[in-house]
T-cell receptor, first 112, second 114 residues
Framework: KAGVTQTPRYLIKTRGQQVTLSCSPI?????VSWYQQTPGQGLQFLFEYFSETQRNKGNFPGRFSGRQFSNSRSEMNVSTLELGDSALYLC???????????FGEGSRLTVL | DQQVKQNSPSLSVQEGRISILNCDYT??????FLWYKKYPAEGPTFLISISSIKDKNEDGRFTVFLNKSAKHLSLHIVPSQPGDSAVYFCAASRESSGTYKYIFGTGTRLKVLA
């Protein structure tokens, strides 16, 4: 069974731009969560989707948004990028909700 | 407010000895706890979990202990191996209206010395 796939793996953007990251969960998993990892901050929860609905949201500004499609694939978008948005963005899927999370390898975003 | 804390950013242990990684939490409503291991350039991988109805769970070289009264859990690795060198994250979750939200600690970097 294929794991969680995230694209792109690496990307460089400049301040003010926007970025879209994609996540394909493990087949059959309907819950997808997004996390931001920065040095010293651990994994900060962004949001969680289940059946195309956002069920939980972390404490991030409105510049961070996401969505989930009918095939459970998910995207997250960050608009008006700031230097502090440079981080590893991790996507995780689970089934059923509440079971352990399976993470992708992440998308490393660098904002210049 | 960091609800899940890993107060030791790093730990070095000799190969063959025991590694003990600690995690503290503040919310008594958490009912499920997990440990993840992360190598550089890879996503975290699930290691072991424990439900709040238990105080110990063992899987091979890995054992997790939960002390609910102290709001503390620990991961024991015995014996430690060089391949265990990684960053370890603890996470806590609770069910709320049928959904689960995982809160992660800041991680502890374990280095096992050969």
């Amino acid at each position: 069974k294929a794991g969680v796939t995230q694209t792109p793996r690496y990307l460089i953007k400049t301040r003010g731009q926007q970025v879209t990251l994609s996540c394909s969960p493990i087949s059959g998993h309907r819950s997808v969560s997004w996390y931001q990892q920065t040095p010293g901050q651990g994994l900060q929860f962004l949001f969680e989707y289940f059946s195309e609905t956002q069920r939980n949201k972390g404490n991030f500004p409105g510049r961070f948004s996401g969505r989930q499609f009918s095939n459970s694939r998910s995207e997250m978008n960050v608009s008006t990028l700031e230097l502090g948005d440079s981080a590893l963005y991790l996507c995780a899927s689970s089934s059923p909700p509440g079971a352990e999370l399976f993470f992708g390898e992440g998308s490393r975003l660098t904002v210049l | 407010d960091q609800q899940v804390k890993q107060n030791s950013p790093s730990l070095s242990v000799q190969e063959g000895r025991i590694s003990i990684l600690n995690c503290d939490y503040t919310n008594s409503m958490f009912d499920y706890f997990l440990w993840y291991k992360k190598y550089p350039a890879e996503g975290p991988t699930f290691l072991i979990s424990i439900s709040s109805i238990k105080d110990k769970n063992e899987d091979g070289r890995f054992t997790v202990f939960l002390n609910k009264s102290a709001k503390h859990l620990s991961l024991h690795i015995v014996p430690s191996q060089p391949g265990d060198s990684a960053v370890y994250f603890c996470a806590a979750s609770r069910e709320s209206s049928g959904t689960y939200k995982y809160i992660f600690g800041t991680g502890t970097r374990l280095k096992v010395l050969a």
